[in-house]
């Protein structure tokens, strides 16, 4: 049985959603251990250099994850098709399920992507939506996140940023369902605080839902320099996975119902775009 000092295990703990949720954990308090694949990389020493504990094991192989998760609290999973596609996603997701079987693992936290569950024939979301469908069938009780469109996504248009101009393969009147790292982090914490009333749901997460020119507008703002929407035609994409969800978003675009999400968790206090602008870029 886990104590007060079983820490919460974090999967991609030197990465964008592992670092938030390893951070957010132990802003609330709670012991962490975060799992990396190689001790010595920069990010790996950051995290020792703040004392926080580390364990070597890697989702492709399987190899030192049953270790990795011995004695949790809790566990925070994802998986990712950009190293290797969408098959070798499926088989991290089944090497995570057997380590946490093995290791006895009291509650999981999977971060999926919202819509996964919506046949939407883009290549990740389908791939995540396997690692759940095998999730359900085991025997670990969990939480399934399905996290919008994080807004620092933008951060890798940065130079066309600086230039003015703010690229979106999107209609620039098509609002963008979108999610502050910050509010996952805070989000994935606060189901680890309460997993029986967790267990078994799927909860899609969205901070804002605002369109390219607004978007703009508050890069505008937020910067002090004017900046303009560039939309582009989804075709562009030589990615045929990224085509295909650009796609998507243009056309259908996710189903986060963000007022209700909103009003029932308000202790999230939801980032506002216009807000993580101000942060990431006044």
Avoid: C
């Avoid at 620039?172 to 502050?180: D, R, V």
């Amino acid at each position: 049985m886990p104590t007060s000092e079983s820490p919460y295990v974090v999967l991609g703990a030197t990465g964008n959603q592992g670092g938030v949720v390893l951070h957010a954990l132990r802003d609330a308090g709670k012991p962490v251990r975060g799992v990396v694949r190689f001790l010595d990389s920069d990010r790996s020493l950051e995290l020792a250099d703040r004392s926080i504990p580390l364990a070597v094991a890697d989702i492709a192989t399987g190899n030192g994850l049953a270790d990795a998760f011995a004695g949790a609290a809790g566990v925070f999973a994802l998986t990712t098709p950009f190293e290797s596609g969408a098959d070798a996603e499926v088989g991290q997701g089944e090497n995570i399920i057997a380590a946490a079987e093995a290791a006895s693992v009291p509650y999981l936290v999977f971060s999926s992507v919202a819509d996964a569950d919506h046949n939407t024939g883009i290549s990740h979301f389908d791939s995540k939506y396997e690692v759940e469908k095998k999730l359900a069938a085991s025997s670990i009780p969990h939480t399934i996140v399905g996290p919008t469109y994080f807004y620092d996504n933008l951060l890798g248009s940065l130079d066309a940023l600086k230039a003015g101009v703010m690229p979106l393969a999107l209609p620039a009147e098509k609002a963008l369902q979108q999610l502050s790292r910050r509010d996952f982090g805070r989000f994935v914490a606060m189901l680890f605080d309460a997993p029986a009333d967790f267990t078994g749901r799927r909860i899609d997460l969205a901070s804002d839902e605002i369109t390219p020119n607004a978007m703009a507008a508050a890069l505008t703002a937020a910067t002090g320099q004017e900046v303009h929407a560039e939309s582009y035609d989804p075709e562009r994409i030589s990615s045929p996975d990224m085509q295909a969800m650009f796609t998507f978003l243009a056309t259908k675009g996710y189903s986060v119902d963000v007022a209700a999400l909103h009003a029932a968790y308000p202790q999230i206090e939801w980032e506002s775009f216009a807000d993580w602008a101000q942060h990431a870029l006044g």
